[in-house]
């Protein structure tokens, strides 16, 4: 007779709800401590784009899906010389690290880090479904589909093999754990060919449920990406290119290799030619009609960084990271040439929200500007090409205010938002990081680890009128009142007295998981970017005692924070703009007024709830690494839910059950299956 032990663990996460400073600690997949949200701060949407990782293409209607930050580009390339931006509406949660496009079902499948596996339906180019998602293991970084199988790439986790016959619901059924850390996969027939840093491993996957490793070929460099033609798989790593014979796939052996070439990252075979993007060194085409001895026939140096490549006819596409797409003309393989481009974002650092329109500093990207009126949906307006790198950005009246790196501080005219231009600039000593505008000052942090203050009472014309030291490492600063709060990477958030600009002092210190790079202040909170650890939020209605009471945990690179009610948006480096929102204060209904479990103790493999009204609930099972292994969405017009859990093995569970049309609102219950 089986069991269920119940103990409530009762969250309530409303607008308004009283805030524990308690947090509730999971597991990840890897048995470490992680905690992804406090439970006072949760995700709602983004503009997500940044630098191009991988690109897919389909051939049959001439589609480029083209990966950016933690989004894709659908673009028309029925001119390769001028592509145009057809849809912008795939949003994904982490980074997109490579794309599979299936041509028959019209189905494209999103290796998405941190985010796991996303299946979308691209049959209506202008309007992209999202159909279903699968968590991996840490990192998604390289995906291949045949058949009803994904089979992923998950760095350290090895290779995991993904049923997607039903894309709504994708389930991972086996998996095996590579030595290295597997980056890219190709499939052939019965074998899983994959990248695994120090080696080539060739996997049976004749039986997806028990994948079988039954060959390998040690790799000088660190294997990135691999490509299988017939007999051969042509695998790069920052050594070179190698070709290796599989025709017995349980003895790969290396027949010849091509070394003169960078940091190579993508490869892909037609005929005769391997293309290859070659990271700083652009775009490379080599001769493997002798698989004894690759040669390089051609060579065209791409402005970013060439990670990504697909090709189709006599168009090569590279995902050329902050060079964007870059259309190139292989009909010669001997001179290829450029015949079109499509930029996509830089990495974002800096961001300033103010009537519905988000500015973000885009490093080499510039100024950017997004429609936020409709936060589920940004959507860019405008930009403008700064002569620096863009690290931050301020707006105060019709003016945005950008620390642009070694190009100092610039004033730009946003009166016509789509319409950036600039008026004024100060080229200050150092490298501007960070900027704040109060009244007719700019206060601009520099990596000289000083606050310059500098009069802009005319924006054409603007003048230093003072500095200071600051601490150590000063990543931006936040002027309120009498304070200057600073993030101070690795020192986390200073608090500075301003009162007397010639004497400030430090009144304040809260210490930040990792490296605090962004600092916005409203009301009585200090809003942290801090790098690789996400949001965190820190009560300073005591200045000289700051104290950290959520956090939303996200693995990227945080830029700027702006911070307008609830709402905070984030400049992610990588991936755009996220929206956060943040709240506080006392339940307005409990979750238990409306879902309940019958008993703490339940008799067989049943898991009982009773819901006092009608309701959307989702009810999800995680096992003791943090893993989802059950979800289930239910319809309920109120009354007792009897849920099947035979499925489950015995052990520890905690379930989560939220309210689909109350978010905020959740309950965790550990329970017990013997």
């Known amino acids: 007779m089986s069991s269920v032990v119940v103990i409530l663990l009762t969250v309530i996460t409303s607008v308004n709800s009283i805030v524990s400073k308690k947090n509730l600690v999971i597991y990840d997949k890897v048995g470490k401590k992680s905690i992804y949200d406090s439970l006072n701060v949760r995700y709602v949407g983004g503009w997500p784009f940044g630098p191009s990782w991988t690109v897919a293409v389909d051939s049959v209607r001439d589609y480029v899906f083209l990966g950016s930050g933690g989004g894709v580009y659908i673009l028309d390339v029925s001119d390769p010389h001028c592509p145009v931006k057809v849809s912008e509406r795939i949003h994904t949660r982490g980074s997109v690290n490579d794309l599979y496009y299936d041509v028959t079902r019209q189905f494209l499948y999103v290796a998405d880090g941190p985010g796991g596996l996303e299946v979308w339906d691209v049959s209506n180019v202008k309007t992209p479904i999202k159909l279903g998602s699968c968590d991996i293991p840490r990192f998604a970084w390289g995906v291949y589909v045949i058949g009803n199988y994904a089979y992923i790439g998950a760095v350290e986790h090895g290779l995991r093999i993904i049923d997607v016959s039903d894309p709504t619901s994708p389930t991972e059924i086996g998996h095996y754990d590579t030595p290295g850390w597997a980056y ?185 500007v997004i429609d936020v009126s409709n936060p589920t949906l940004p959507i860019e307006v405008g930009y403008h090409k700064t002569p620096g790198h863009s690290m931050d950005v301020y707006i105060a009246g019709n003016y945005a205010y950008i620390a642009d790196g070694q190009g100092g501080l610039r004033i730009i005219d946003v009166s016509n938002p789509a319409s950036p231009v600039e008026i004024g600039d100060y080229n200050t000593p150092g490298a501007a990081r960070g900027v704040h505008v109060v009244g007719n000052y700019a206060y601009v942090v520099c990596n000289e680890n000083e606050l310059r203050i500098i009069d802009v009472s005319d924006p054409t014309s603007p003048t230093e009128v003072g500095h200071c030291s600051t601490p150590r490492h000063a990543e ?187 978010a905020k609102s959740k309950v965790f219950k550990v329970i017990k299956l013997r």
């Open 184 to 368: 890219n996969v190709y499939v052939v027939a019965n074998y899983a060919f994959v990248a695994d840093h120090d080696s080539l491993r060739v996997i049976d996957v004749s039986d997806p449920t028990s994948p079988t490793e039954i060959g390998h070929y040690d790799t000088p460099g660190a294997a990135q990406s691999v490509y299988v033609v017939g007999n051969y798989a042509y695998l790069v790593d920052w050594y070179g290119l190698r070709v290796v014979d599989v025709s017995d796939p349980t003895s790969p052996k290396e027949v010849g290799y091509y070394e003169p070439l960078g940091w190579a990252y993508d490869i892909y075979v037609v005929g005769d030619y391997a293309y290859i993007a070659d990271g700083v060194y652009g775009f490379r085409v080599i001769d493997v009609s002798n698989p004894a001895a690759p040669q390089e026939v051609g060579y065209y140096d791409t402005p970013g960084l060439a990670y990504g490549i697909c090709v189709v006819g006599n168009c090569a596409y590279v995902a050329d990271w902050d060079g964007g797409l870059r259309v190139i003309d292989v009909s010669s393989p001997t001179t290829p040439q450029e015949v079109g481009y499509y930029n996509t974002p830089g990495q974002a650092h800096g961001i300033c929200v103010v009537n519905n329109y988000a500015y973000i500093a885009d490093g080499q990207g510039g100024l950017r």
């Open 476 to 662: 931006d600063v936040y002027v309120v009142g009498n304070y200057a709060y600073i993030a101070c990477n690795e020192n986390g958030l200073w608090v500075i007295d301003i009162r007397d600009p010639a004497l400030p002092v430090v009144v304040g210190y809260c210490p930040t998981p990792y490296y605090a790079k962004e600092v916005y202040v409203i009301k009585n909170y200090a809003y942290i970017g801090d790098c690789e650890k996400g949001l965190r939020v820190i009560d300073v209605s005591n200045p000289t005692s700051p104290t950290e009471i959520g956090y939303y945990y996200n693995p990227e690179y945080p830029g700027g924070i702006y911070v307008i009610g609830n709402y905070a948006y984030i400049a992610n480096r990588d991936n755009g703009l996220q929206i956060y929102e943040f709240y506080g204060g006392r339940a307005e209904e409990d979750i238990e007024n409306i879902v309940e479990f019958k008993s703490s103790l339940i008799e067989g493999k049943a898991l009982k709830l009773f819901i006092k009204c009608s309701a959307i609930i989702n009810v999800i099972f995680y096992d003791v690494n943090g893993k989802i292994v059950k979800r289930e969405r239910l319809l309920t017009k109120g009354g007792e839910v009897v849920m099947d859990v035979s499925e489950l093995r015995g052990g520890v569970y905690l379930v989560k059950v939220e309210l689909e049309s109350k």
